[in-house]
């Protein structure tokens, strides 16, 4: 795999030894990117290196090394002897995450650079970044991460596959920008993919101008701001999930009955607001036991409904709470809690007391995500970390690690932070159930897509009876984003 580099010279060669036992440093080439990562082989001076110590900036160019072509900086480990003469192996430093839509990199640790070469090598226009494999070790500390515990199911729930690639349809039909009320799912990377191809977030539907395109999030909107949108866009796909529909049926109708609901869910969260605006005057929110034992007396029967995505230690402390509080509670036949939150969570509980640590994928404001994260530390496991992408593993990570992710994280960003943990031993995926469900599109998405299919087949001429059907169930919502 590896050849000699052509661009030194006999001068460069009387610098570093004697032709024909030219000391040479050998590039591990980690990556599997492009051509131009394929064969480094570069003279350097080992006369002023000890074992351990680091290539420098004036040896790399001594070489003629052509900064933009290396995709890593590393340090002589060990020598080795070849037909070449004395061979320093190189360890690369650290990976290099692409900065995306940056042509840039960073440090998966979130350090900066530890040379004038490093920045170099940061800054370089790389070509097939997205591809480079980030499987290296890190300079300062080496990762000793032994094995990985692979939660199943992980990820994007069927609700937020819906939603995305709701919005992607969105972004393409019609001309930015697109307006979306609430993020589409709490989701930091997601958010940021959209805002790069032009949707434009807003939390007030005032600020969105008349006759724009209008996406209402997944965890559902507040009926005046449903009717708010419908008067002020041109076109609004409301792209709540179902399973929040269903407990927004439930309020309305408990309510219609004369019912006082008690919702448990998180003060401030965007779905929890959506569902008590259906019935304001006749729901109580609580989260805690204390919130329980404080309500009042209600005259009205009563009945308990719960935010979708909290974890079930969430809900069944409170739920045990109220119903003792108030013994002829009503509660639906079916659980409010989504199915994808609880089995991300009995995933979770699988693998806790084999981990070293455990990693979290997913965004801070992510309520499903956080639970998790809470779940591992109430399962005993003392290293717990929550991150939105590889580049905020700790460094020091070592034994067996632990990873799921939360309902709105991408498999991509699992994929590469995997890549970045390198278990020696290789990946154990522990899946506790299958997942099959899924969400059509939204109604107005389907209208949308059925107008454009008509448009497109008649003005090219073709036949409408023999027009192929929409293949949603089988497109991937993490290849939506990646090919946006």
Known sequence: MFGPHTG???????????????????????????????????????????QGSRCDQDNLMAVGVDFPAVPVFGEVVHGDQSALGAVGVVSFAVPLIPVHGAGEFR????????????????????????????????????????????CAPRGFCAGVEMAIKALAWMVRAFEPPVYCYHEIVHNKLVVDRFIERGVVFVDDISEVPEGRPIMLSAHGSAPEV??????????????VCPLVTKVHHEVKVRASKGYRIIYVGHDGHEEAVGTMAVAPTSISRVESVAEVAALPDFDEPTALLAQTTLSHREWSEVANAAKDRFPDLWQPGRSDLCFATTNRQSALMAIADRCDAIVVIGSANSSNTNALAKLAEEAGCERVYRINGPDELPADLEGTVGVTAGASAPDDVVAAVIASLDPT????????????????????????????????????????????????????????????
Request: hydrophobic content about 40%; charged content about 25%; overall charge negative.
């Open 8 to 50: 030194g010279d006999e001068d460069r060669r009387d610098r570093f030894g004697a032709a024909g036992g030219v000391p040479h440093t050998r590039l591990i080439d980690g990556c599997v990117a492009g051509r131009q990562f394929g064969e480094y082989l570069f003279a350097i001076d080992l006369l002023n290196q000890r």
């Open 107 to 150: 440090l998966p640790n979130g350090r900066g650079p530890q040379s004038e070469v490093q920045r170099i090598l940061l800054k370089a226009q790389v070509s097939h970044a997205s591809n480079i494999v980030p499987t290296l070790r890190n300079m300062e500390q080496t990762v000793r991460v032994d094995k990985v515990l692979l």
């Open 226 to 239: 449903v009717a708010a949108a419908r008067e002020r866009g041109s076109y609004v796909v409301n792209a």
């Open 425 to 484: 031993e290789g990946v154990e995926e522990v899946r506790i159930t299958e997942e099959d469900e899924y969400f059509a599109p939204p109604r107005d998405i389907r209208d949308l897509l059925g107008a454009l299919n008509v448009a497109t087949t008649v003005g090219l001429g073709g036949d409408l009876a023999s027009s192929p059907p929409l293949e949603d169930r089988r497109i991937n919502a993490t290849d939506v984003l990646l090919k946006l």
